[in-house]
């Protein structure tokens, strides 16, 4: 029974060597990484590994994981407008790394290339950029200065071994000194467009009064023309007119009561 026990101790330490060996030969790529092999002996692999379980050499070889999804950065600058303003900007950049690439990126910039790399091209990339617009252009131009940012810095980023899904500018201030003097031009825009406004108003109602006082002088020229010509006819229709105008208002009215001409009569009232 010794014996036995013994010889399954034996085999139970062999089983475990063996699964120890098996295992650190091993290891697993997740989804959306890849790996990059360094060898004792050969240095880095120009061989880039997929996702899934491989195997290795225990001790001679160790596999180098990658994130090979895009991850967003952002990343703030201050830099000088065409006109010599301070901007704040900040970007915000989806990027990945060419996966065919890894081994290069790998050797000559390291595990943490975005570290890197980023922060340094788009400092340079923005205030190369920004540099060729005046502080006005930048508001009225966003889209130009997005535009041409994604381009460079895109152009940028692939002699790295980096790729640009998405390149956007997120935050676009000025400095004090400006942000009060367009403030101020707004203002004095405002007054202009209100001091114009009453000047247009009091020049037509200036034409208001002088058209009708033509007319009021047309009027008493027609008026007087009609008294040479037709004499005290002309009164009298008017004398007319007006005492029709006053029976009709007065026939209206639940207050007036018409009483017989040089008779007195009492009504008798309720």
């Not at 091209?121 to 252009?137: H, P, Q």
């Amino acid at each position: 029974a010794a014996k036995v026990f013994e010889s399954i101790g034996k085999f139970g330490l062999a089983l475990a060597v063996a699964g120890g060996v098996v295992n650190s030969a091993l290891y697993n790529v997740d989804a959306g990484h890849r790996a990059v092999i360094f060898d004792r002996f050969r240095g880095v692999q120009d061989i880039v590994v997929g996702e899934g379980t491989h195997f290795l050499i225990p001790w001679v070889q160790k596999p180098i994981i990658f994130d090979c999804r895009s991850r967003p950065r952002n990343v703030p600058v201050i830099t000088g407008s065409k006109d010599l303003q301070n901007v704040n900007i900040t970007l915000r950049i989806l990027f990945r790394p060419v996966a065919s690439q890894l081994p290069r990126i790998f050797t000559s910039i390291g595990e943490d290339y975005d570290e890197r790399v980023l922060p340094s091209i788009t400092t340079e990339i923005l205030k190369s950029v920004v540099a060729r617009f005046d502080a006005g252009e930048l508001i009225t131009q966003r889209e130009l200065v997005s535009r041409q940012v994604s381009d460079d810095l895109t152009e940028r980023a692939a002699t790295f071994g980096l790729i640009l899904d998405d390149v956007s500018l997120t935050h676009l201030t000025f400095g004090k000194e400006f942000t009060e003097a367009v403030e101020a031009k707004q203002v004095a825009q405002q007054e202009a467009e209100r001091a114009r406004f009453v000047v247009e108003k009091a020049e037509q109602q200036k034409k208001a009064a002088i058209i009708s006082a033509e007319g009021d002088s047309k009027a008493a020229e027609l008026i007087a023309n009609s008294l040479a010509t037709a004499g005290d006819g002309l009164i009298e229709l008017r004398k007319l007119e007006a005492a029709e105008d006053i029976a009709y208002q007065l026939s209206r009215s639940r207050n007036i009561t018409y009483l017989p001409a040089g008779q007195s009569v009492l009504l008798q009232l309720p």
